[in-house]
């Protein structure tokens, strides 16, 4: 329930940084866990990280693990994606989205468990 708003997408060069941003309206983050996917052309919603906001379990995706940082500022009510070394291959539309459940441990993340989406925000990478 309630709605997320993503920004903080750009272009950038390959080798730079963006820092995505997810702000709710009408809840906290309490008993949730968030989550960032992206999606390319021709490509189904791929789970690039989540944090459950009460265990803070947190997964990342192999092909960002070490670049990318989720957390979340409680106080600001706002998710973060901090997005470093970008590559060309990091380009599509990136979503957060949350799920009324926590976790110990995350080895995966399904899109279907995740209930509520913002809009998308669009990252272009260039090289």
């Known amino acids: 329930e309630g709605q997320l708003v993503e920004s903080g997408g750009g272009m950038v060069q390959a080798g730079g940084s963006l820092r995505l941003s997810c702000a709710t309206s009408g809840f906290t983050f309490n008993g949730y866990t968030i989550g960032w996917f992206r999606q390319a052309p021709g490509k189904g919603r791929e789970g690039v990280s989540a944090?459950?906001?009460?265990?803070?379990?947190?997964y990342y995706a192999d092909s960002v693990k070490g670049r990318f940082t989720i957390s979340i500022d409680s106080t600001k009510n706002t998710a973060y994606l901090q997005m470093n070394n970008l590559k060309p291959e990091d380009t599509p539309l990136y979503y957060c989205?949350?799920?009324?459940?926590?976790?110990?441990?995350?080895?995966?993340?399904?899109?279907?468990?995740?209930?509520?989406w913002g809009q998308g925000t669009q990252v272009t990478v260039s090289s």
């Open positions: 944090l459950s906001s009460d265990t803070g379990a947190t």
């Open positions: 989205a949350i799920a009324p459940i926590l976790y110990i441990r995350i080895t995966t993340m399904r899109a279907d468990d995740f209930g509520t």
